[in-house]
């Protein structure tokens, strides 16, 4: 092949993509600033710097992230094939060693035969040239700036507060209940009332969890978009029942106002997902579970999502991206990894995976039709393209994304195994009948 695609980024979803394209033939350009020119988080050369956990979450099959590895396998991931390679004991989890880890996938993608490594910081893309844009949540201000002209945006989201995210089918339906604001509208929201007493405890709790440290980078600037839940409640123990957790307007079944209401969106038109209203946090997620979960309809409730607070530059994806992860009415761009709206290192890693093989397989002149939804892989993309574009949060892996079993599973690990299950055959019958992927 004499066409080239060059992919800005060396990341798990840049080194991915590099690999799918390289392994079908296609000449590659990586452009990775590193060493050259450090984020305010990386300090390693290697490609695929881990800076955060060196987790990657279970591998069980009875859950999202372990369907999702065993999904990627079956696409043969360079990333999932060095992650366990170098690989420390973790129970069910993959963890690595964090250094060897990146060291091994820097040696794999140098060793790749038509793969070119640039060692500087791109700020203009050549959109002549198929490109795969995969600098991360610290993309450099100058590429940032060069997206927004090309997308027509004022700035990127690059301040990520966003707030937690349930599972509707896991919540106490007799403590809610339905209702537009004053009657109005339609029912948009399901409402979690709070008694004085519950009320009360909560704020208290809240106000006195344990919260994240931030980088040095993200403290000056982290807070002025988003207020924290935790911070408003700080301000005073009625703060949030006359902001956040305002009652007026809603009545309970029996006529009367409840003393707070905390409130559910639905996150996707197609899922039964929602998320807590107004709840953006930078507390532990082990103080998330344990705190929202004094919520009463929320006792039980599976948070397949915690809300995050960090610099986190994104696009507003289901307005911008189709489901191969290119972007709309710009033919040679592609955008992959945590840029794309996917959050996780193996969601990153797999956002790259389809990125490239899409383009390869469309540059070779073959058609593929998207990744189905009943896979955890097609369901992520299927859910940044169709978000509502205004209350848009990046996603991870979870099972609440995925369509609805044929037939209803009460028992909530053969439930997680049915998915699974049906998320695998969908991606090996998906291989099978798609020529040459």
Do not use: W
């Not at 452009?31 to 800076?51: G, L, Q, Y």
């Not at 079944?253 to 209401?261: E, K, L, Q, S, Y």
Request: one cysteine or more; aromatic letters at 8%; proline letters at 3%.
């Amino acid at each position: 092949m004499n066409k080239k695609v060059n992919i800005i980024g060396c990341g798990l979803a840049g080194a991915e993509a590099a690999y799918q394209l390289a392994k079908r033939g296609i000449l590659v350009d990586v452009f990775e600033m590193k060493p050259t020119k450090f984020s305010p988080a990386h300090e390693s050369e290697n490609f695929a710097e881990i800076v955060c956990s060196n987790s990657f979450k279970s591998a069980d099959l009875a859950t999202a992230s372990g369907c999702l590895k065993a999904e990627m396998k079956l696409f043969d991931s360079l990333i999932l094939k060095c992650a366990e390679e170098t690989s420390v004991p973790a129970g069910t989890a993959l963890a690595v060693d964090r250094n060897k880890f990146s060291e091994l996938v820097t040696k794999r993608i140098r060793e790749l035969v038509g793969v070119t490594i640039h060692t500087e910081e791109v700020t203009k893309l050549d959109l002549s040239i198929p490109t795969i844009v995969a600098t991360g949540p610290l993309t450099s201000d100058a590429l940032a700036e060069e997206l927004c002209k090309i997308l027509g945006e004022d700035n990127l989201h690059f301040y990520d507060a966003s707030a937690p995210i349930i599972d509707s089918e896991t919540l106490d339906k007799s403590k809610t209940f339905t209702a537009g604001r004053y009657g109005k509208g339609e029912s948009d929201y399901i409402n979690c009332p709070m008694n004085k007493e519950e009320y009360y405890t909560f704020v208290e709790e809240l106000v006195g969890a344990e919260r994240v440290e931030l980088h040095e980078f993200e403290k000056k600037e982290i807070f002025e978009g988003c207020m924290p839940v935790e911070v408003m409640a700080a301000r005073g123990k009625d703060t949030l029942r006359f902001g956040t957790l305002r009652p007026v307007g809603l009545k309970l079944n029996d006529g009367t106002r409840p003393f707070a209401v905390v409130q559910l969106r639905k996150e996707s038109n197609t899922s039964s997902l929602y998320n807590i209203v107004g709840f953006q946090t930078n507390l532990k997620f082990s103080e998330q579970k344990r705190v929202f979960s004094m919520i009463p309809a929320l006792k039980n409730a599976d948070f397949v999502k915690y809300g995050v607070m960090h610099r986190n530059s994104y696009i507003c994806s289901p307005k911008y991206l189709n489901a191969d992860f290119s972007v709309r009415d710009k033919e040679n761009l592609y955008i992959a990894g945590q840029l794309s709206g996917v959050e996780g290192y193996m969601e990153s890693t797999a956002s790259g995976m389809t990125a490239g093989i899409f383009l390869a397989n469309k540059i070779l002149g073959k058609s593929l039709a998207f990744l189905p939804k009943t896979t955890i892989m097609g369901a992520i993309a299927n859910y940044l393209v169709s978000a509502n574009e205004d209350n848009f949060q990046p996603m991870n892996a979870n099972f609440g994304i995925l369509p609805e079993l044929d037939v209803k599973i009460k028992d909530k690990s053969l439930k997680k195994k049915a998915y699974s299950e049906r998320a695998i055959e969908s991606i090996k019958n998906y291989k099978e009948n798609s020529n040459g992927i």
